[in-house]
T-cell receptor, first 112, second 113 residues
Framework: GENVEQHPSTLSVQEGDSAVIKCTYSDSASNYFPWYKQELGKRPQLIIDIRSNVGEKKDQRIAVTLNKTAKHFSLHITETQPEDSAVYFCAASVSSTNKLIFGTGTLLAVQP | KAGVTQTPRYLIKTRGQQVTLSCSPISGHRSVSWYQQTPGQGLQFLFEYFSETQRNKGNFPGRFSGRQFSNSRSEMNVSTLELGDSALYLC????????????FGSGTRLTVV
């Protein structure tokens, strides 16, 4: 069935370092890959997304890369700040189904 | 522009009861999806509505149902509540109905005792 694996489950970095979170999806028909940030007690917020016709997308300190052949996609955060501390979720969907399959989340802790 | 509004924010119910949760999407958004979030299972898709029609359903028992009204507001109902139904229920809306750019509400925290 549809599945998204996400690693690592926890990640601790020093302020200013980079952080990388990786996801693998199983459904080769998936064509939309969003990333959500969820702070404690708050709603998930879309931070960046990528469609399957693009290999990389960047928005300031955040970038996402997609390898369709390997069915991998990754989130890269550069120059991390304490306010980046949160749980990050990757997701994959076949856009026509309107159904997001989420990874299990990565707790990112940025140490000042 | 107001965001996705979910009511109530918190609910405590007893096993066997039923509950109805409400979601008002962003104005102009016609697609509403519901997700269950638990520490053990993460975020799991319940169902999605577009223009009052359920287009997709996740792997949840028939006790979980929903509907969407002509103004795009959506309700989710859970009957015969079980302890395992305790979770944060999130709804998300999208304008295009193509699975892109969903915006989540703050959720309803349901506790079943």
């Amino acid at each position: 069935g549809e599945n998204v694996e996400q690693h690592p489950s926890t990640l601790s970095v020093q302020e200013g370092d980079s952080a990388v979170i990786k996801c693998t999806y199983s459904d080769s028909a998936s064509n939309y890959f969003p990333w959500y940030k969820q702070e404690l007690g708050k709603r998930p917020q879309l931070i960046i997304d990528i469609r399957s016709n693009v290999g990389e997308k960047k928005d300031q300190r955040i970038a996402v890369t997609l390898n369709k052949t390997a069915k991998h996609f990754s989130l890269h955060i550069t120059e991390t700040q304490p306010e980046d501390s949160a749980v990050y979720f990757c997701a994959a969907s076949v856009s026509s189904t309107n159904k997001l399959i989420f990874g299990t989340g990565t707790l990112l802790a940025v140490q000042p | 522009k107001a965001g996705v509004t979910q009511t109530p924010r918190y609910l405590i119910k007893t096993r066997g009861q039923q509950v109805t949760l409400s979601c008002s999407p962003i104005s102009g958004h016609r697609s509403v999806s519901w997700y269950q979030q638990t520490p053990g299972q993460g975020l799991q898709f319940l169902f999605e509505y577009f223009s009052e029609t359920q287009r997709n359903k996740g792997n949840f028992p028939g006790r979980f149902s929903g509907r969407q009204f002509s103004n795009s507001r959506s309700e989710m109902n859970v009957s015969t509540l079980e302890l395992g139904d305790s979770a944060l229920y999130l709804c998300a809306s999208s304008s295009r109905g193509e699975g892109y750019g969903y915006t989540f509400g703050s959720g309803t925290r349901l506790t079943v005792v």
